[in-house]
């Protein structure tokens, strides 16, 4: 991938970890790179931390949207809004080393997923990608200079 700054969004937000008793807020950033137009990026941990490596989590776009609506994934990325809340939208994480449920804001989301659209529409993905240099990239060993 290019090493360059690019055009992108980013929210921070905060998450509730549902366990069996009781939930726990996580501070959590839902990262949006023209450079991958396909992709949303949730990145775990205290936004600016530089003593907190946090975990990033990568999700298509088309998913998120779809799973405002109705549920949506299989395997390790599932997400689903809430029948009671209008409001809660749950997000299910699966790893090697666990899983995880989550409850995030429905609307936090929608409003996020707005910002992405005003950078790159559905759609429009495949234009905004620079497929000369990424290939120039993974050809030249993940040097952008290298051809």
Sequence with gaps: MSHRATPGYSVPTTLHLVGP??????????????????????????????ADDGITWLLGRELLTAGLEH?????????????TSGDVLYLH???????????????TVAAFLQQTEALV?????????????ELAVLLGGGDPGAH
Aim: proline content about 11%; glycine content about 12%.
């Design 121 to 133: 529409p559905t759609g429009q993905e495949t234009a905004a990608l620079d497929v000369d240099e």
């Design 71 to 83: 549920p949506a994934g299989d395997g390790d990325v599932r997400l689903w809004p809430a029948r």
């Design 93 to 107: 994480l699966r790893a090697p080393s666990g899983e995880a449920l989550f409850e995030l804001s429905r609307a």
């Design 21 to 50: 008793g009781s939930w726990t807020e996580v501070p959590a950033v839902l990262s949006y790179e023209v450079s991958d137009p396909f992709a949303v990026r949730i990145g775990f941990g205290e936004p600016g931390d530089p």
